[in-house]
């Protein structure tokens, strides 16, 4: 699998390590997280005019410059960027509650929230009913999978970095307790932009594009949506990884020495983007608008723009100033790691795919 770089890729080497070592069933019963993807969210209009093509091509390894020729805040911020054309990412984070820990530690589920739990579906139930309904062909198929497969029908919402969504979306955070999430191998991660003309594309690990008529078959794949909603319309601009199938789930785990780790490296990372080179940026570089810089991968980003492809949510309190940079900070410093660690492995799945090669 994968990484950007070698901070963040490092923060999950104990968690893979550890696969294999335990094992936990994963019964029903426990609440989930609300996850970014709640009723709280504005419903978001795209555009349908762009096209965000994948590799048929395993991704070359980029190789990072000697430090001289790159900060490590560069590097650091180019592990946990997240582009329309490279989305694939086996390890993610979601924040949940002390109650929520209690019910994880006691079920071991960590998939248990559907469409109906919280009342009102979120934006991304709503537009993939929609799609269901709607469409025709592979698409519709993976859609109905989605919605009326019992095996994919329960969520979770994660990112790839705990200080993208720390904040939460709107008023209401998500807890102050941290779940890591590890992917089984063998997943696939499907995009899904809704109002775009071709909504759905899918890829492996590797970033390999996967035919929609392949997942279509083997719906039994699909660990993770990367669900985007950037439209020129869109109230506010977010986007979202929604864990949907826990046969998927290679390992999840909590209050571990690798997520405090995680968290202690991110706030040092935030204290230095504050009182280095986002001290005294200019208002317009502020204010500007994050989505822009999730379309594509470019080459030579500068530190703004990586800072911006990290985002979960184009909102006004993720923009790039000194007071927003210590508020995250302040979020991350309440991390509530208490209690032991827990780590639940997931048994191999007998007569499972190969992993990718």
Same mark, same amino acid.
């Given at each position: 699998?994968?990484?950007?770089?070698?901070?963040?890729?490092?923060?999950?080497?104990?968690?893979?390590?550890?696969?294999?070592?335990?094992?936990?069933?994963?019964?029903?019963?426990?609440?989930?997280?609300?996850?970014?993807?709640?009723?709280?969210?504005?419903?978001?209009?795209?555009?349908?005019?762009?096209?965000?093509?994948?590799?048929?091509?395993?991704?070359?390894?980029?190789?990072?410059?000697?430090? &001289?020729?790159?900060? +490590?805040? #560069?590097?650091? %911020?180019?592990?946990? !960027?997240?582009?329309?054309? @490279?989305?694939?990412?086996? =390890?993610?984070?979601?924040?949940?509650?002390?109650?929520?820990?209690?019910?994880?530690?006691?079920?071991?589920?960590?998939?248990?929230?559907?469409?109906?739990?919280?009342?009102?579906?979120?934006?991304?139930?709503?537009?993939?009913?929609?799609?269901?309904?709607?469409?025709?062909?592979?698409?519709?198929?993976?859609?109905?999978?989605?919605?009326?497969?019992?095996?994919?029908?329960?969520?979770?919402? &994660?990112?790839?970095? +705990?200080? #993208?969504?720390? %904040?939460?979306?709107? !008023?209401?955070?998500?807890? @102050?307790?941290?779940?890591? =999430?590890?992917?089984?191998?063998?997943?696939?991660?499907?995009?899904?932009?809704?109002?775009?003309?071709?909504?759905?594309?899918?890829?492996?690990?590797?970033?390999?594009?996967?035919?929609?008529?392949?997942?279509?078959?083997?719906?039994?794949?699909?660990?993770?949506?990367?669900?985007?909603?950037?439209?020129?319309?869109?109230?506010?601009?977010?986007?979202?990884?929604?864990?949907?199938?826990?046969?998927?789930?290679?390992?999840?785990?909590?209050?571990?020495?690798?997520?405090?780790?995680?968290?202690?490296?991110?706030?040092?990372?935030?204290?230095?983007?504050?009182?280095?080179?986002?001290?005294?940026?200019?208002?317009?570089?502020?204010?500007?608008?994050?989505?822009?810089?999730?379309?594509?991968?470019?080459?030579?980003?500068?530190?703004?723009?990586?800072?911006?492809?990290?985002?979960?949510?184009?909102?006004?309190?993720?923009?790039?100033?000194?007071?927003?940079?210590?508020?995250?900070?302040?979020?991350?410093?309440?991390?509530?790691?208490?209690?032991?660690?827990?780590?639940?492995?997931?048994?191999?799945?007998?007569?499972?795919?190969?992993?990718?090669?």
């Amino acid at each position: 699998m994968r990484r950007r770089g070698g901070a963040l890729a490092a923060a999950a080497v104990p968690l893979c390590v550890v696969i294999g070592l335990a094992c936990g069933a994963m019964p029903g019963g426990a609440p989930a997280s609300d996850g970014p993807s709640r009723a709280e969210h504005a419903a978001a209009e795209g555009s349908a005019e762009r096209s965000y093509k994948v590799s048929q091509e395993p991704r070359e390894e980029r190789v990072a410059p000697a430090p &001289a020729a790159e900060p +490590p805040l #560069a590097r650091q %911020l180019e592990a946990r !960027a997240v582009y329309h054309d @490279d989305f694939a990412r086996g =390890v993610v984070y979601t924040w949940t509650t002390a109650e929520q820990v209690e019910a994880l530690r006691a079920s071991r589920a960590l998939l248990v929230a559907t469409s109906t739990t919280h009342g009102r579906p979120s934006p991304f139930n709503r537009a993939l009913a929609r799609l269901a309904e709607d469409a025709e062909g592979p698409g519709a198929a993976i859609a109905r999978a989605l919605v009326e497969d019992p095996q994919l029908q329960r969520r979770r919402y &994660a990112w790839t970095s +705990p200080y #993208a969504t720390t %904040l939460g979306l709107a !008023a209401r955070r998500y807890g @102050d307790a941290l779940v890591a =999430v590890e992917l089984d191998s063998s997943a696939y991660v499907l995009r899904f932009m809704p109002y775009e003309d071709a909504p759905l594309a899918a890829v492996d690990l590797r970033g390999v594009a996967v035919p929609l008529s392949e997942v279509a078959a083997h719906p039994e794949r699909l660990g993770a949506v990367y669900h985007a909603r950037d439209g020129p319309r869109a109230a506010i601009a977010f986007r979202e990884y929604v864990l949907c199938n826990p046969a998927m789930i290679a390992s999840w785990s909590l209050a571990t020495p690798a997520l405090a780790e995680l968290v202690a490296e991110e706030r040092a990372m935030l204290r230095r983007l504050r009182e280095g080179p986002f001290a005294g940026l200019p208002t317009p570089a502020v204010r500007a608008a994050s989505a822009p810089a999730w379309r594509a991968v470019v080459d030579a980003p500068n530190l703004i723009e990586r800072w911006r492809a990290s985002l979960a949510f184009d909102n006004e309190r993720y923009q790039p100033s000194p007071e927003n940079l210590a508020a995250i900070e302040r979020a991350l410093a309440g991390y509530d790691g208490r209690g032991p660690p827990l780590i639940v492995t997931r048994a191999p799945l007998r007569g499972a795919p190969p992993a990718p090669r």
